[in-house]
């Protein structure tokens, strides 16, 4: 049974900082790319970012290139967001989701499995 569990969400004023972690168990999580989507009111999920099974590669969406970072620690079995310089634009709900790949995608359709979210939202 796989399952993808994010936190770290919250409130934060504009400028700030927030650090998201996914968690994963019921996989094999280093052969799994992983990547972090995000869902704001009125709108289709897109993609923020992504990280290859090994972090030798990482994608990032353009909206949020150079405030935000993906990493992961396969022992710990967890991907984090580190979100800096937050935006009122950043408020979303924001999912991890595990792909059966070598390299970081942005395809919602190459992810095979989804956390159930976690809220960030951005004051102005």
């Known amino acids: 049974q796989v399952q993808l569990v994010e936190s770290g969400g919250g409130l934060v004023q504009a400028g700030g900082s927030l650090r998201l972690s996914c968690a994963a168990s019921?996989?094999?999580?280093?052969?799994?790319?992983v990547g972090w989507f995000r869902r704001a009111p009125g709108k289709e999920r897109e993609f923020v970012a992504a990280?290859?099974?090994?972090?030798?590669?990482?994608y990032y969406a353009d909206s949020v290139k150079g405030r935000f970072t993906i990493s992961r620690d396969n022992a710990k079995n967890t991907v984090y967001l580190q979100m800096n310089s937050l935006k009122a634009d950043d408020t979303a709900v924001y999912y991890c989701?595990?792909?059966?790949?070598?390299?970081?995608?942005?395809?919602?359709?190459?992810?095979?499995?989804w956390g159930q979210g976690t809220q960030v939202t951005g004051s102005s």
């Open positions: 989701a595990a792909a059966s790949l070598g390299w970081a995608t942005s395809d919602r359709n190459d992810y095979s499995y």
């Open positions: 019921g996989l094999t999580f280093s052969s799994y790319a």
């Open positions: 990280i290859s099974r090994g972090a030798d590669t990482t």
